[in-house]
């Protein structure tokens, strides 16, 4: 037996509790935690092996250039706003962007939402006061809730189970919308939302749909072309594999090995991504794809450690690197991760997090990004990459369907004073609609 034979038969899908592990969530009555995981550990999974691996596939091919992953989401997703029109406006959005990669980059699109798990969140402080009132902070829909209220902040292992569901209702949901061909390529009005046509690159977006329309259509005409890929596109989940417990209870065995079945493509947020650490232990022993969000406090030791522990095989598809750099550091550290990460000899999907790095708050302590930091750090990585030979493979942003006033900036000039309209995210502030829309186009552009 080899050692790394021997590592891997120490791993289980409750090793991590070996190990320090950060971010951790705090059960009052260990009889109530032990029954709410004996509950989840029997419920059917979410999603399949199958999936799983293909979408592992199409990751490697965009490892190697021949593809670009979009993913997005909301920061935290909540229980309540679990209903459909939150839902669809997820995906439309997240479709018509895919569109407009689609038809600039020349290139097939991997659609991932940060939805159907996207529960649980790593804070920076344990505790919050309040006019000298301390409780925990709050921790995602998936720990506890929101409100300042002892009752309320205190950890609740029945969370778990609401979350399954949770995650089972949206997927279903998003499920029936692709299969019954809302997800048509050639039908791309159906991805129309109510303010669209009011919105500032509105024609700019119609003009590329009326383009790809006809040349699906001459196509067809000229080929007989079956139009069964078209009418359906992949779609898949993700969300920050951080309540471990969680993770745990939905990872499960086949014939090829333990898969994490909550989500296809788990990743490790930046405040757990201690080598020794909980999570990484978690995520080295299941097959999933999986990606590292990696901050300026990396170090190249740490990152080739990571990649060595994680990818130990350099299995195609299974490790992405989400840089999130931040606007003002972008330019001076992204060339040196490159350089490490070449050296390693490993191949790595390498994406971008303009978001995680461009977080700051205005004078009325809102939290907010700029458009133009997002859009420098995103100018920037691709041009860096460009430069030393490796491929950005795809973005990782924040962003809603819904007409929310979150990030300062884009075509329609939010400004600080306009925040309070529409601010609805309990944690961090994403692009709405238009904004979304216009990042996408704009990606086109300095790609080209
Ligand atoms: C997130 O993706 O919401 C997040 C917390 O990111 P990071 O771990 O990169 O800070
Ligand atoms: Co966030």
Redesign the pocket.
Known sequence: MTILQTRLNKWSPQSWQQKDTAQQVKYADEAAVTAALTELTALPPLVTELEIEALKKQLAEAALGQRFLLQGGD?AENFTDCHANAIVNKLKILLQMSLILLHGLHKPIIRVGRMAGQYA??RSSEYETQNNITLPVYRGDLINKPAFIAADRAHDPQLMLRGYYYSALTLNHIRALVDGGFANLLHPEYWELDFVKHAPMSAEYQAMVDSITNSLDFLKTISGLQTANLDRVDFYSSH?ALHLLYEQALTRQTNNGWYNLSTHFPWI???TAQLEGGHVEYMRGINNPIAV?I?PQITKETLVNLINTLNPHDEPGRLTLIH?LGANKVTALLPEIIETVKKTGKTVLWIC?PM?GNTSTTSEGIKTRSFDDILFELRESFAIHQRLNTYLGGVHF?LTGENVTECIGGARGITEHDLKHAYKSLV?PRLNYEQALEMAMLIVKMQR
């Open positions: 920061c969140k790593p920050e947020g930046m405040r969000k901050s999130r997090d995680h924040e961090d």
